[in-house]
């Protein structure tokens, strides 16, 4: 049995801010990871992050990992587990720890949970046939390992998550056929899907995967356009050859160790699913055990480090209580506060309206506590988006406003700035030299242009997290125009090619000359390459295609894909069909879950008992949430009064033999007894 | 939700809906089942899912061999489309000293006069049956082949079905809180849900008969016990009978399903409801599967949880009429073997509530611990 200060279990930002935290308390911390390396899903992020400086704003997530290691590594109070799985927490505060083929037990003053997220499975016919992923996996196979997991992939869902996998896919030489999104609005930021439009991917709002075509694995997908009330609509289908389809439909917040530890948990939709309840210090209902990150409620990467060391420090002061401290009270309050303000200021914006809504339903009936405060961006006339948000293209209407007087097109060279959503995010005010973007008064200010003060030098375009800035210049002496556009494709064109260059919807607009590429270690993989086209097409061009030299191997490559059979799916658009697998531990169907529901079976524990689902590995990460919705559909019982089955340890399965090498430690005298 | 009643069962577990689907059976009209959480929610669909005969005493014998023809023959018996995943593939009983053995030979006695169809086995003779069985220090078994293993969540389900069919009111989510009297006799029960008017009430109320004995202001010899268990991976059949000592205190079998199934005893358990798993529990049970069936060292646990036990003074179920409140009724304190006894049990309540003999000459009485005529069951882990 090992005694310690607090135990963090997850390893992903959350969990590192939350170690990093209690580890300057000079309190003795254990970090568990499950997977081989620290970081959690930022690891597989090679995006710039959106947000202030403070907060890593234009650093690429696989980079604040770098950071917070680093910080981890001169921690010796601090010890890291990898391959290390959390099994349990028992009632008398032991967690069970599986690592290196052995149960350990761990005796914490406190626990820090930061276990993420899962991913929402969706179900459709064929939905486990090879070639069906998860949009997470996709990431981890082509970000961490190096696999390119398919040729051409079909992306189901708009989110976040949706577009910048269908944008890393692309970087990875993957054809990403369409972006299905069921709602009718865009799901992410919009300047992630303007980055897919102008490199030609369609996205189709109020459409959804069908089916799934292929005998032994996926050769294609059947999309379908869905009315108002979510239902299909007959002859709209669309065939996607395919050879991947990957779901992007969501995430859950993965507190089974919480809720299997008496921890109450609620149904909040608006934070994915069962959070724990909480209080405004993160400790769950069970004293001593905090939470962070995506477990607390999906968010993104800052907010979950800033969650982690809020968690971390609320776990420190549980046990400091007893014990001296290296910071004074005072000095540890302030930091706590300063942590909630920032944390109230990232979820302040448009953006964050969705979190404020899932943090008021969570607060306990009764309990007083600030709410998240909105607070107006500073810029209040700001038109409506729509046709934005359907179709990741700005309007000209709403390009106009971001353009100077006409007297001021020439000669110098100009920012056009297309960025049109109030997002939490300023390093353009940072990245320019002489002050011309205006400095914001709050973070999800629209950044404003000042046309006089802008010499057009570029220094913003690498500079954008969303790739959204743009220079644009005219040269009427040579009847031509220039435009200097942000590239983060290989190979990179080269000074004086001919390249085709496209438009925001990804479409040939013509033909262009580089005039240069830059490329330097500063501008941290982002190259701006400047292109010389038409005058006409200057407000147009915002892309270039690159002569690649490998494209006819891959092209050789997508003629081996199978020709999906037209006919088979042109019979039934029924959706999801019966046949449809819901739990992938006991292969039962959706079928079998409305049978049971018609007969009167309408809790998922009494589904569960009858038809195993949720009594696999998985205990119901797959299942519970379809068989929710399926319930909540046919009895028309609100979902958040459909209870979640109870989650039993040890999570993920261990060998007997790896709890008996437990078992033989503690008999034979204890290697790591503190 | 009926707001009169001849009957209210409290409890859905196997005892209360083979009471229910039973006392149907007889023509007993507006009978009313309250359970709490959701059927077979309690110890019911928390346990080792075995059905033995192999007994030591011949009520128990008795009872046990009634329930499984019932078993057997479900379609049949409920007139209905049911499968409970029965598998018998038997009980092998591992006896790990030369009393243990003499015991199981006793046992064999009473079984044989029931017609049950036990033997006796040297250890080689019993890794026959398990080739993968440790045999070291093994004095011998028995063995009866027809023993084996039914699904508790189908078998509960189908008596309810069955009783539903027959005219049974079943409530899930439906909390007794009190039991009224009038003149000296049971009159309804308050719920959560609000009242029923009833003359009779029966307690099969599994780990909370207790409570339901206060109130009905008897304090009834019964307290819960929890009990721990654990299953595997699915894996392809490789373990024919349950394998059991009393001794060696463990129960281990593969359900038809592939997953294997098994737990022990509690040391030193305080009485309670705690129904949390420990993790000394995972470390125990490893160490004693590991040592009795060596391979399954390779297999994988994926859950563990627990139960209550409702223990009685002599660890043997109390089926009887109160004595001191006219049409209180129980079938309590189980120790651990309600579900194989289920169908009997429902017999034998349909016989007191109808106030005629019982089908059997058992004594399960209350009464039998004031007449100090304790049952001693030497079989039981």
Not at chain 1, 104 to 116: D, E
Not at chain 1, 124 to 138: R, S
Not at chain 2, 201 to 207: D, L, Q
């Amino acid at each position: 049995m090992k005694r310690l200060d607090v135990l963090v279990i997850g390893g992903g930002p959350a969990g590192i801010s939350a170690a990093i935290a209690a580890g300057k308390m000079g309190l003795e911390v254990v970090l568990l990871e499950e997977r081989e390396f620290l970081g959690g899903q930022l690891v597989k992020q090679t995006h710039r992050f959106f947000g202030s400086k403070e907060e890593h704003a234009g650093v690429r997530g696989i980079d604040i990992v770098t950071e917070l290691t680093a910080t981890l590594s001169g921690m010796p109070n601090v010890s890291t587990w990898l391959e290390a799985t959390a099994l349990g927490l028992y009632e008398d505060g032991v967690v069970t720890v599986l690592h290196q083929g052995r149960m350990h037990k761990f005796l914490p003053r406190s626990i820090v949970a930061a276990t993420g997220a899962f991913e929402r499975f969706l179900p459709f016919e064929n939905n486990d046939l090879p070639g069906v992923f998860g949009a997470g996996a996709v990431q981890t196979l082509m970000n961490m390992y190096g696999v390119k997991p398919a040729q051409k992939v079909l992306m189901v869902g708009s989110g976040n998550i949706g577009l910048i996998v269908s944008y890393q896919l692309i970087q990875a030489g993957v054809e990403v056929v369409a972006v299905l999104e069921a709602a009718g609005n865009i799901g992410g930021y919009l300047v992630h899907a303007s980055k897919l439009r102008r490199l030609g991917v369609p996205i189709l709002t109020h459409y959804t995967v069908q089916k799934a075509i292929g005998t032994s694995e996926v050769e294609g997908a059947i999309a379908v356009r869905l009315d108002d009330r979510w239902n299909p609509v007959e002859g709209s289908e669309i065939l996607f050859p395919c050879d991947a389809i990957c779901l992007a439909t969501g995430l859950s917040p993965l507190g089974e160790i919480l809720s299997q530890a008496g921890c109450q948990v609620k149904y909040v939709p608006e934070l994915g699913g069962d959070v724990p309840v909480r209080d405004e210090n993160l400790q769950t209902t069970r004293p001593g055990v905090f939470v962070a990150g995506d477990l607390a409620g999906i968010e993104e990467a800052t907010a979950a480090m800033l969650e982690g060391e809020l968690a971390g420090l609320g776990a420190a002061r549980t046990v400091l209580s007893q014990r001296a401290s290296p910071w004074s009270e005072e000095d540890l309050e302030k930091r706590v506060q300063d942590l909630k303000q920032k944390l109230s200021g990232l979820r302040a914006g448009p953006v964050g309206e969705k979190i404020r809504k899932g943090l008021g339903r969570l607060r306990p009936a009764g309990e007083s506590g600030e709410d998240v405060p909105e607070i107006k961006p500073s810029q209040q006339d700001q038109p409506p988006l729509e046709e934005l948000w359907k179709t990741g293209i700005p309007t000209p209407s709403q390009l106009q406003r971001k353009l100077p007087e006409e007297a001021r097109k020439q000669p110098r060279p100009f920012a056009v700035v297309e960025c049109f959503q109030q997002i939490p995010c300023d390093p353009c005010v940072q990245s320019c030299p002489v002050g011309a973007i205006a400095p914001f008064s709050t973070i999800n200010d629209i950044p404003q242009v000042d046309f006089a003060r802008c010499t057009g030098c570029g220094n913003c375009i690498a500079r954008c997290p969303g790739l959204a800035i743009f220079v644009v210049g005219y040269q009427p002496e040579k009847g031509k125009a220039t435009v200097s556009l942000p590239y983060e494709l290989l190979p990179r064109p080269e000074k004086g090619q001919v390249v085709e260059v496209l438009d925001r919807a990804g479409r040939v607009a013509g033909e262009g000359t580089v005039l240069s590429v830059l490329d330097s270690p500063r501008m941290d993989r982002t190259a701006v390459v400047k292109v010389e086209v038409d005058p006409e097409l200057a407000m147009e061009v915002r892309m270039v295609r690159c002569p690649v030299e490998n494209v006819n191997a891959q092209e050789t490559q997508q003629e081996h894909l199978a020709q999906p059979n037209e006919e088979e799916w042109a019979q039934d658009p029924t959706l999801p069909g019966d046949d449809t697998i819901v739990c992938r531990c006991e292969d039962v169907t959706l079928g079998q879950i409305r049978e049971l529901i018609q007969k009167g079976f309408t809790t998922i524990e009494e589904i569960k008992h009858v038809s195993r689902c949720g009594m696999g590995p998985c205990q119901g990460k797959t299942c519970s949430p379809i068989i929710a919705r399926e319930i909540a559909r046919i009895t028309g019982k609100p979902l958040d009064q459909v209870k979640p089955a109870k989650t039993r340890p040890p999570f993920g399965g261990i060998l007997f033999e790896e709890v008996v090498r437990s078992e033989e430690e503690s008999d034979g005298g204890e290697a790591y007894e503190a | 939700m009926k707001r009169n009643a001849s009957v209210v069962i409290v409890g859905g577990g196997i005892v209360g809906c083979c009471i229910a689907y039973s006392l149907a059976r007889e023509g007993i009209k507006d009978v009313v089942l309250l359970e709490r959480g959701t059927l077979s929610g309690g110890a019911t669909g928390r346990c080792g899912a075995g059905v033995r005969q192999q007994w030591g005493t011949a009520q128990n014998c008795l009872l046990a061999r009634e329930s499984m023809r019932v078993f057997e023959n479900l379609p049949d018996v409920l007139g209905m489309d049911c499968d409970i995943e029965l598998k018998q593939k038997g009980y092998l009983l591992l006896a790990y000293s030369g009393k243990e053995m003499q015991q199981f030979e006793k046992n064999l006695q009473v079984q044989h006069a029931l017609d049950i169809p036990s033997r006796l086995l040297t250890p080689q003779e019993a890794r026959d049956i398990v080739p993968m069985l440790n045999i070291e220090h093994l004095a011998g078994a028995a063995f009866c082949p027809t023993d084996g293993h039914a699904n508790p969540f189908l078998t509960t389900l189908a008596f309810a079905d069955a009783a539903r069919n027959l005219g049974v009111e079943i409530h899930q989510g439906v909390e007794v809180r009190a039991i009224q009297q009038q003149n000296g006799r049971v009159s309804g029960v308050t719920t959560d849900k609000g009242s029923i008017e009833t003359p009779v009430v029966i307690n099969a109320a599994g780990g909370w008969s207790h409570e339901i004995g206060e109130m009905a202001g008897l304090d009834l010899p019964v307290f819960s016990e929890r009990h721990e268990i654990l299953v595997t991976e699915p894996v392809n059949p490789i373990l024919d009978p349950m394998v059991m000592s009393f001794s060696y205190n463990i129960y281990c079998q593969q359900t038809p399903h592939g997953s294997f199934i098994m737990g022990h005893g509690p040391e030193n358990e305080p009485p309670g409801h705690n129904q949390e798993s420990s993790w000394q529990f995972l470390e125990s049970m490893a160490k004693k599967a590991t040592w009795l069936l060596p391979p399954l060292a390779k297999l994988r646990i994926v859950r563990q949880w627990a139960g209550s036990y409702n223990m009685s003074p002599d660890r043997q179920p109390i089926v009887c009429a109160s004595e001191q409140l006219e049409g209180f009724f129980m079938a309590i304190g189980f120790s651990g073997h309600g579900f194989m006894l289920g169908p009997a049990i429902g017999t034998l309540m349909a016989d007191l509530v109808l106030r005629r003999p019982l089908t059997w000459d058992v004594t399960l009485d209350l009464g039998r611990f004031s007449r100090q005529e304790i049952i001693s069951e030497p079989s039981v882990v």
